[in-house]
């Protein structure tokens, strides 16, 4: 069993602060010392920080340790997280001695050569929990998260390829879009993508040619966190001018949304309260996702868009699961929490406007699985296990 382990997040952002607050103190229960830092070291730096905290493993969220290869000389077992691929394609997550996916749709893909298993995130009930709030104040929708900025005429702009000045990103981003219109990002990988992305691109300048790492991030990850994000809170719109964002400050420069920003919140007990005092959390994307647990702990009413089944730019089958495991895993639909697809936002919304989610025998059952199964203790204790079994 090891003694000592390392957690490096990705930024100083104060959701990665919290994180590591939370997954430390998750792996300090479980009797290890635990260093670390909010940002990833270079190979100097984690030589040097292996040497002088000697740890016996690394915890890592988004990289993996072929992407530090120093890890490699100094055999020190790597755990890697994947929460957020940031462009990367998938035969790219390879090295570590356990890789982790946040999304349970990338276990197929992924190939990094270790084990290899899905870990949704955890919660800490300590910090999310329902409290007496008074409800006359209440907020119809929420949605916690970070919208990309929209396109600026200098990134529209940028030329793909420096011999054909005349072929820009808008161009490529405009005939990408709408391939995607028809054929749709439901069986797609990133490496899939990205192949749609080069024969688009070369047909466009007349030869084959590497993209810059941007132009490959905004059109894997940027454009879809756009459209999901705008789409969800247009749904919203048929109903309610009642809507809170909460987010960073890119929602200021969206004119369609400015009015309904409110801030960013930095305190987890003030989310807490928003969970608590919004009628519907709307929540997008990986249905286990980190701030659907936060958002069911504190005793919120959970909303989720399912944009990938039933997608609207393809053959519409209610009985088609595209990725099946997710909240659903463990939690009952239409009853802990509410899912809905882009054809059915109405008829789920107006089942949700004849129930009373506080204090009901749902939410009671909600909090009790969440304590049970799915806090960051128990987390670590997965994590612990599979180290074990290496």
Same mark, same amino acid.
């Given at each position: 069993?090891?003694?000592?382990?390392?957690?490096?997040?990705?930024?100083?952002?104060?959701?990665?602060?919290?994180?590591?607050?939370?997954?430390?103190?998750?792996?300090?229960?479980?009797?290890?010392?635990?260093?670390?830092?909010?940002?990833?070291?270079?190979?100097?730096?984690?030589?040097?920080?292996?040497?002088?905290?000697?740890?016996?493993?690394?915890?890592?969220?988004?990289?993996?340790?072929?992407?530090?290869?120093?890890?490699?000389?100094?055999?020190?077992?790597?755990?890697?997280?994947?929460?957020?691929?940031?462009?990367?394609?998938?035969?790219?997550?390879?090295?570590?001695?356990?890789?982790?996916?946040?999304?349970?749709?990338?276990?197929?893909?992924?190939?990094?050569?270790?084990?290899?298993?899905?870990?949704?995130?955890?919660?800490?009930?300590?910090?999310?929990?329902?409290?007496?709030?008074?409800?006359?104040?209440?907020?119809?929708?929420?949605?916690?998260?970070?919208?990309?900025?929209?396109?600026?005429?200098?990134?529209?702009?940028?030329?793909?390829?420096?011999?054909?000045?005349?072929?820009?990103?808008?161009?490529?981003?405009?005939?990408?879009?709408?391939?995607?219109?028809?054929?749709?990002?439901?069986?797609?990988?990133?490496?899939?993508?990205?192949?749609?992305?080069?024969?688009?691109?070369?047909?466009?300048?007349?030869?084959?040619?590497?993209?810059?790492?941007?132009?490959?991030?905004?059109?894997?990850?940027?454009? !879809?966190?756009?459209? @999901?994000?705008?789409?969800? &809170?247009? /749904?919203?719109? %048929?109903?309610?001018?009642?809507? $809170?964002?909460? *987010?960073?400050?890119?929602?200021?420069?969206?004119?369609?949304?400015?009015?309904?920003?409110?801030?960013?919140?930095?305190?987890?007990?003030?989310?807490?309260?928003?969970?608590? !005092?919004?009628?519907? @959390?709307?929540?997008?994307? &990986?249905? /286990?996702?980190? %701030?659907?647990?936060?958002?069911? $702990?504190?005793? *919120?009413?959970?909303?989720?868009?399912?944009?990938?089944?039933?997608?609207?730019?393809?053959?519409?089958?209610?009985?088609?699961?595209?990725?099946?495991?997710?909240?659903?895993?463990?939690?009952?639909?239409?009853?802990?929490?509410?899912?809905?697809?882009?054809?059915?936002?109405?008829?789920?919304?107006?089942?949700?406007?004849?129930?009373?989610?506080?204090?009901?025998?749902?939410?009671?059952?909600?909090?009790?699985?969440?304590?049970?199964?799915?806090?960051?203790?128990?987390?670590?204790?997965?994590?612990?296990?599979?180290?074990?079994?290496?």
């Amino acid at each position: 069993m090891i003694k000592h382990i390392s957690i490096f997040m990705p930024t100083e952002s104060a959701f990665h602060r919290r994180l590591f607050g939370f997954i430390g103190l998750a792996f300090q229960k479980q009797g290890l010392l635990v260093s670390g830092a909010c940002k990833l070291l270079n190979e100097t730096e984690i030589r040097d920080w292996v040497r002088e905290k000697k740890p016996c493993a690394i915890f890592e969220m988004n990289r993996v340790k072929d992407e530090i290869p120093i890890l490699h000389e100094l055999n020190i077992l790597h755990i890697s997280w994947v929460v957020d691929m940031q462009g990367r394609c998938e035969s790219d997550i390879t090295g570590s001695d356990i890789t982790y996916a946040l999304d349970p749709g990338w276990l197929e893909s992924f190939n990094p050569g270790g084990y290899l298993d899905w870990m949704p995130p955890g919660t800490c009930v300590e910090t999310y929990f329902p409290e007496n709030i008074a409800s006359d104040s209440n907020t119809e929708f929420s949605f916690i998260g970070h919208i990309p900025q929209p396109w600026t005429t200098q990134e529209l702009s940028r030329v793909l390829h420096p011999d054909n000045p005349r072929v820009t990103f808008e161009m490529l981003l405009k005939r990408y879009s709408e391939y995607m219109d028809i054929n749709t990002y439901c069986e797609q990988t990133h490496e899939s993508c990205v192949g749609i992305i080069d024969r688009i691109a070369s047909e466009l300048l007349g030869y084959s040619c590497a993209l810059s790492d941007d132009i490959y991030y905004d059109l894997l990850i940027r454009i !879809k966190r756009m459209s @999901n994000r705008t789409e969800l &809170i247009d /749904f919203a719109l %048929r109903y309610s001018e009642s809507i $809170a964002i909460y *987010g960073s400050q890119n929602w200021r420069v969206w004119s369609k949304y400015r009015q309904y920003y409110r801030r960013f919140i930095e305190n987890p007990l003030e989310l807490n309260r928003v969970h608590q !005092k919004s009628n519907i @959390n709307l929540h997008d994307g &990986i249905s /286990f996702h980190f %701030r659907a647990i936060d958002c069911m $702990a504190s005793g *919120g009413l959970l909303m989720w868009y399912d944009y990938r089944d039933g997608d609207k730019y393809d053959s519409y089958n209610p009985g088609r699961a595209i990725y099946t495991r997710g909240l659903s895993d463990f939690f009952t639909p239409q009853f802990h929490y509410y899912e809905f697809k882009w054809l059915d936002f109405d008829d789920v919304y107006q089942q949700l406007k004849s129930i009373r989610y506080q204090g009901s025998q749902a939410q009671k059952q909600t909090l009790e699985l969440i304590k049970n199964h799915h806090t960051w203790g128990v987390r670590a204790e997965q994590i612990l296990e599979h180290i074990q079994a290496l």
